[in-house]
């Protein structure tokens, strides 16, 4: 097969993303009131409502409609004043009704998008922009300074059901191919479930896993999930198809599950692409069928050829009643939106003059973007001094020493906004080096102790006094007469072995920039 | 009488609707069948242009709804004891894709 | 101790019921036993009961005691110390819940439907769950998986359907007061084929929660019973939002409070296509017509009106009833409870054999039904149009009720019919002609017994339409014509003081073969003999035991009437 680059050349891959996220902050189920709770003794979590016992009404919960309200405007989608929970009927042992209550053509929120910053090797990906300047749009995208922008259409949210749970018995690793009985828990049956469905408008698989990101960043935001692809509550499904370049007509698409990490969404839809770039320069078929990623495998293999649209016998549910929303009411939910990660990315530019990149990549997680703004409460009247180095210091080293300690919050860690700020503090006054920098920063993580404390400890005070530099820089100079002389015939490039001369004699406490400057005046 | 369900038709709905029928249930059941949707010709034949449809009786019922609060639930031997097989706290059923198909 | 040997109480009113109990002249420990009784000891001849509670009826009778005791007998609620009985799709916590059907033979309900507790509440004595067709599939009850029940007033004849034990055990005084559903003409009919005040409310009225879904839009609880007035007691104690229903509606009329207000100056619409109709059996015609001469002379107005869609209400109905039936007995899987047929090793194949053995012909061809009309494709031509129908018949009755408080028409169009008289599927459905049209619309409608057909000799009830939230206008109407009638009567061959009834062991072709290849519990003939005995746990939902007091353990065992 080949690579999803050389593929991109010659193919348009067309995705469009279905993305459920389970409402996991609610206390309780979608149409009950039983409690919502990941990892309880099966069926414990149960009543009989979402056992689909016999004469079970359902009820629909007051703070999940808030909340797929809430998830629509945060997602610039129309909120549908008018619209009917349906019945979707399939049998199948985990859904306790053998229907799924959820909407018919008309859901609470419709036509919304989101736009996408792409920058960095992400945009990489996206071959068919050359020749578009900055500020220059096609289709959906825009050209930005360090990548593009594209906007994404959403179709619509719906509200629904989640299902119940399968363990597949008798199979081999828990699949249910080959398991010769299954055992099923309604706990997590009528669990509040929020279904978006994109537009086909993404093209690259990196698109689709900072769209999936960034929805994630969203909901998180609202408060409205815990959007935990580990434990299932949010997940993802892609529609994939290719189609020439240049070409109008869509290609035959296939529907891809299991990929439950950003990861996995990425490296399914990029297998699946060159999978079927591969088919067709073959001369063969793509036909319209579910496929499972398999990341172990690292390929799809399918599930189920579609050979008929499904006919679910989906009509209104007349034990529920229809939703008459009112504008008042939507304005009322419109009042608890909280600040969403663009309008937070957007003051942080304004507010303390970050770069639009530096501010996206802030508030990518709450608690990076949070931690940034409590130490610029703490920078007080130095804030726009510092938010720079904060920033490049929570985006390089506070992120990459997190992504190493995997699943490590940052609440939980020994670095608090008021250590990071004394340490960006020092080093901008030049009490310590960069390097120095570094260090400090991770023996505040090992040791628990304030960065001034370890600089103390470890006698690490940068020195910047002219004259004791000055006198370094003479000892050097004076034992290297024959660099001196290469230096000043013209081999400028030799700057860096007096400074690593100078430093190896202050044991690494000089002031690089300082010995720098005054070796070039010496020497000139 | 109008012809609308042939047997194999009818085949195909008691698969959908997973009710296993015998050759000669699935006869009289065509006949049946058939003869009823005859019966409702009259709605077929009604003009009803611009008429709403009422999907539910109660005109302006709307927005009916719980508040987020917890109820008890069953324990997990309530919750199964009406289930015909159970295993570790679970309902048991056989073999899923002995039927030829995920969902 | 003399007097209450004397008295047969699931004969009695309610009204007299409450009198004896607070004259102390009887217990309710007495009312529970004697007509529990009275069950065992009869109910072999109408097959009305699947199955007797004694331990819920002794502790409901506890209740009641004591708050006699406390001279506070109101406190208990408007049903205190009456017999009661419920449908058998109506979900009693530690009871079995059938639906008549081979599907739930096993199945013991572990919580309790909102209109069962609210009769509770209200004081009533539970004496078991009654017989009907099978999941509410059925004008006669021979639907039935456990057999018919068999009608009072001539055990050859059919009780009507689908509420026919319910409508029986009324008929047959083995309770004052009943509660049937209908969805279609599932409590009228019956009500009219045995006799007895049926009561359909206003959909909305009465909660479904915990009463077996057959179609969601058209289903509604009422009661049975043998006069006006019980009728609106019943409805006093089960009316009103449930917050368990979202359907339910807020409901503050007390439905007693103008049922001696006479119909002087009311308006009372005839529909004269109805009278018209081909099939009303002359009998039935000439009852109807000599109601309204009654209401005529006790100075109501009969005023005619049309209902021009009214005929395309049967085809309507069976188009929605079956879709929604299609979709509420989808959860019959085998999984959670129910039928489970044996030895298979692949989920599709039990689901296959669990629901073809579980269900039976009628409740298969209204599945299959509904499966094809929500089909794709074939969803546009038949289910959007009779829900647009229904935006016409609901119409129809608006501006009917612009003229006039009530409707009277015929609840069916003939008395009751022998087993196996009518077996015709697409026939057996005519019995609900002048019944469907208020399920469609939502409206409320009561069969009110005008006595026997002058042919069959036969009882006949005539149907009472009130509009939408107006139940009170029909209960009017119907106290107004019991003035004239008198309250219905304990069919003959059941009064207090007769023999065991004649005939009771007719043949009834079909019975004992019901259910081919599925081995059903000892439903009809052991006592106690239930595999499960159910703990009514303090844990589960909606229990019972709180409101019911502290009177004894949790009901432990479940017992069967005898035959």
């Not at chain 3, 009654?294 to 085809?315: K, T, Y």
């Amino acid at each position: 097969m080949r690579k999803l680059e050389e593929v991109l050349q010659d193919w348009e891959a067309v995705i469009g993303l279905e993305i459920h996220a389970e409402l996991t902050t609610l206390d309780t189920k979608m149409f009950c009131g039983c409690k919502l709770e990941f990892g309880a003794e099966p069926n414990t979590h149960t009543c009989p409502v979402c056992l689909g016992m016999p004469g079970a009404l359902p009820v629909p919960n007051r703070a999940a409609i808030e909340s797929i309200v809430l998830a629509g405007l945060a997602t610039n989608c129309d909120i549908e004043k008018h619209s009917m929970f349906y019945r979707k009927t399939y049998m199948y042992p985990d859904m306790s009704k053998n229907y799924q209550t959820t909407q018919g053509p008309v859901a609470f929120c419709m036509r919304g998008h989101l736009d996408l910053d792409v920058d960095g090797a992400a945009a990489k990906e996206r071959i068919d922009l050359e020749g578009l300047e900055v500020g220059e749009s096609r289709g959906n995208v825009t050209r930005t300074a360090d990548g593009y922008t594209a906007h994404v259409g959403i179709t619509r949210i719906h509200m629904e059901e989640d299902a119940g749970k399968m363990v597949h018995i008798g199979g081999g690793e828990g699949r249910i191919a080959g398991a010769t009985h299954s055992l099923v828990d309604y706990n997590r049956a009528g669990t509040p479930l929020t279904e978006l469905v994109t537009e086909p408008d993404l093209r690259t698989p990196e698109e689709a896993r900072l769209f999936m990101q960034k929805l994630r960043q969203v909901y998180l935001a609202l408060g409205i999930s815990d959007c935990s692809m580990e434990e299932g509550s949010m997940r993802c499904d892609g529609n994939v198809s290719l189609r020439r370049r240049g070409a109008k007509e869509f290609g035959v698409k296939t529907e891809l599950k299991n990929m439950n990490s950003f990861k996995n969404l990425h490296d399914g839809l990029a297998y699946e692409i060159c999978r079927q770039a591969e088919v067709l320069e073959e001369g063969g078929q793509i036909f319209q069928e579910t496929r499972h990623w398999d990341p172990s495998k690292k390929r799809t293999i399918v599930m189920r050829v579609k050979e008929t649209a499904d006919d679910y016998r989906l009509f209104p549910d007349p034990d529920l009643a229809p939703y008459v929303l009112t504008d008042e009411w939507i304005d009322s939910v419109r009042a608890k939106l909280p600040e969403l990660p663009d309008q937070k990315a957007a003051r942080f530019e304004d507010v303390f003059g970050l770069s639009a990149y530096d501010a996206r990549h802030l508030v990518e997680h709450r608690e990076t973007a949070d931690f940034f703004e409590v130490c610029m409460e703490l920078a007080g009247g130095d804030a726009a001094k510092l938010a720079k180095p904060v920033a490049n210091l929570v985006i390089n080293d506070v992120t990459a020493y997190l992504n190493a300690a995997d699943g490590v919050a940052l609440a939980d860690t020994s670095l608090t906004p008021a250590r990071a700020l004394e340490l960006v503090r020092l080093q901008a006054e030049d009490a310590i080096s960069s390097k120095q920098a570094k260090e400090v920063f991770a023996a505040v993580l090992d040791e628990d102790k304030d960065p001034a404390a370890i600089v103390e400890e470890r006698g690490m005070k940068q020195v910047s006094d002219t004259g004791a530099i000055e006198a370094v820089i003479d000892a050097v100079l004076a034992a290297n007469p024959d660099k001196v002389a290469q230096y000043q015939g013209g081999k400028t490039g030799l700057i860096g072995f007096f400074v690593g001369q100078c430093m190896k004699e202050m044991r690494g406490q000089g002031n690089p920039k300082l010995i720098n400057e005054l070796l070039v005046k010496k020497l000139g | 009488m109008t012809q609308y369900l042939t047997e194999h038709d009818v085949r195909g709905i008691a698969e959908y609707a997973r009710i296993g029928l015998s050759s000669d249930e699935v006869a009289q059941m065509t006949t049946d069948l058939n003869a009823i949707i005859d019966s409702l010709a009259p709605i077929t034949e009604y003009n009803l242009e611009g008429v709403q449809p009422t999907f539910h009786p109660i005109g302006g019922l709307s927005n009916v709804m719980r508040e987020d609060v917890e109820e008890p639930s069953f324990t997990q031997e309530i919750a199964l004891e009406n289930a015909p097989k159970r295993q570790d706290g679970c309902f048991l059923v056989p073999s899923i894709l002995g039927e030829g198909g995920d969902r | 101790m003399a007097a209450a040997t004397e008295r047969v109480f699931a004969c009695m009113g309610v009204r007299d019921i409450q009198i004896g109990l607070a004259a102390r002249e009887f217990s309710a420990r007495e009312v529970a036993e004697a007509s529990l009784a009275r069950v065992h000891a009869l109910d072999g001849a109408t097959h009305a009961y699947l199955e007797t509670t004694e331990q819920l009826a002794f502790k409901a009778a506890a209740r009641v005691d004591a708050a006699v005791a406390a001279d506070d007998l109101t406190a208990c609620g408007p049903l205190a110390g009456v017999p009661v009985a419920f449908k058998d799709n109506m979900n009693l916590e530690g009871a079995h819940t059938t639906c008549s059907s081979a599907m739930l033979a096993n199945y013991v309900s572990p919580f309790t439907a909102t209109c069962v507790a609210r009769t509770l509440e209200a004081g009533g004595i539970p004496l078991g769950k009654l017989n009907m067709d099978e999941f509410a599939f059925g004008s006669s009850t021979e639907t039935s998986a456990f057999g018919p029940t068999r009608n009072p007033w001539d055990l050859a004849r059919v009780p009507g359907g689908s509420s026919g034990g319910s409508a029986a055990a009324v008929a047959a005084g083995l309770a004052t007061v009943t509660l049937g559903s209908d969805t279609g003409g599932s409590i009228r009919q019956p009500g009219s084929f045995c006799g007895t005040v049926a009561l359909k409310p206003t959909y909305g009225v009465v909660s479904r929660y915990g009463v077996v879904a057959f179609g969601s839009s058209l289903d509604q609880v009422g009661p049975f019973t043998r006069s006006v007035e019980d009728a609106a007691y019943a409805l006093n104690a089960i009316a009103g939002r449930d917050a368990l229903d979202c359907t339910s509606q807020a409901v503050d009329t007390d439905f007693t409070a103008n049922l001696a207000d006479g119909v002087r100056g009311m308006r009372i619409g005839v529909v004269p296509a109805f009278m018209e109709a081909k099939g009303l059996t002359p009998e039935v015609k000439a009852k109807v017509e000599e109601a309204a001469e009654h209401l005529r002379a006790l100075g109501a107005d009969i005023v005619e009106v049309e209902l021009p869609n009214a005929q395309a209400a049967m085809s309507a109905y069976y188009v929605l009833g079956p879709c929604e039936a299609f979709s509420n007995l989808a959860r019959f899987d085998s999984v959670r409870y129910g039928y489970c047929d044996p030895g298979h090793k692949d989920l599709g194949s039990q689901y296959e054999a669990s629901r073809a053995k579980g269900f039976g012909p009628e409740a298969c061809r209204r599945i299959m039904l509904g499966s094809y009309l929500l089909s794709a494709g074939v969803y546009d031509r038949y289910y959007y149009p009779a829900q647009q129908v229904r935006t016409l018949i609901t119409q129809d009755y608006a501006s009917a009720y612009e003229q006039v408080d009530c409707i009277l028409a015929p609840v069916a169009p003939r008395t009751s019919f022998a087993f196996g008289e009518v077996s015709d599927p697409t026939d057996m459905y005519l019995s609900d002609m002048f019944t469907i049209s208020i399920n469609i619309a939502g409206n409320g409608g009561m069969s009110m017994p005008v006595g026997l057909g002058a042919e069959t000799q036969l009882p006949v009830g005539v149907q009472l339409i009130s509009p939408q939230f107006k139940d009170e206008n029909m209960l009017r109407v119907a106290a107004a014509l019991e003035t004239v009638y008198g309250p219905a009567p304990v069919a003959p061959a059941f009064a207090p003081g007769q023999p065991y009834p004649e005939g009771s062991m007719v043949d009834i072709p079909d019975a004992a073969d019901a259910v081919p290849g599925v081995d059903l519990p000892g439903l009809l003939t052991a006592e106690g003999s239930f595999g499960v005995a159910h703990q009514a746990s303090s844990a589960a939902q909606r229990g019972l035991s709180e409101r019911l007091g502290n009177a004894e353990a949790a009901p432990s065992q479940v017992e069967k009437a005898g035959e």
